[in-house]
């Protein structure tokens, strides 16, 4: 069974989706690769059509050459959980895994399918860590007690952070878990002050319940499928220092490795590195 990746974007043109684009073209990956795209410029759209992307889309303005969503104020983060559900449910055919991942930040150095393939195991989920706790972690526990107040905050404020930009695991298990975070959005602020929006938290709500706590691998960052750079990555290491529960990551050759120096299949927030940030976008551009 062939497995799927998909991203969402808006107001994107294409020379900002490219790295995300062109990596996943070049990692070996040989499923369905699908976009949802809001407001996207045709420009844009051809090229992926190009590609043989499939495109996800809502609406079409005809005067300004645009696809469009007709509303006019939406949290994509939130509202791509209930897309994502709504258009695969009735997706045709048979999929073993979808890999759900951020767009503007994320780049694919190998084929995420195999990583799943000889680490999920039974699990039916796949999360990856960012190696900190929330307690520790100053953006993560204000959005947490931002989105669902004190209460659930103090619930899991000693819990380690997993990120809701790189989520995979089996296509019917996926599908309900995105149904669920986006209901789990509907009773939080759909913009949080201080930025984002309350997916993440949802996220981590959900995992820390059954029966998700028992059917998700919680991999860790030395694993090697996702580098989460915002809380790894060398620009904030001071500012973390021992609070990091992992080693944290190094680049390799224009790579971005474990500490033992192991490719990452996935690397999520590549831009916030500076010094790795024009690397990369040169490699993948």
Known sequence: MKDIVIGAITNYTFDKISPWVNSLDRCGFDGIKIL?????DYNTVNELNKRNYVIFAFGKDETNKKLVYNKEYFSIVVERFYHMWHFLKSYPGEYRYIISTDVKDVIFQTNPSLWLENNIKDKKINVACESICYKDEEWGSHNLFKSFGPVIHDYCKNNLIYNAGTLAGSFNTMLDFFLNVYMVCQGAPSFIEGGGGPDQAAVNILLNMQPYKNITKFTMSEEGYAAQLGTTGPQVKNRFG?????????????????SDGKPFSIVHQYDRVPQWKEIIEKNYA
């Open 36 to 40: 949802l795209c809001y407001n996207i």
């Open 242 to 258: 021992a609070k990091l529960v992992e080693k944290s990551p190094i680049l390799i050759n224009n790579m971005v490795c474990t």
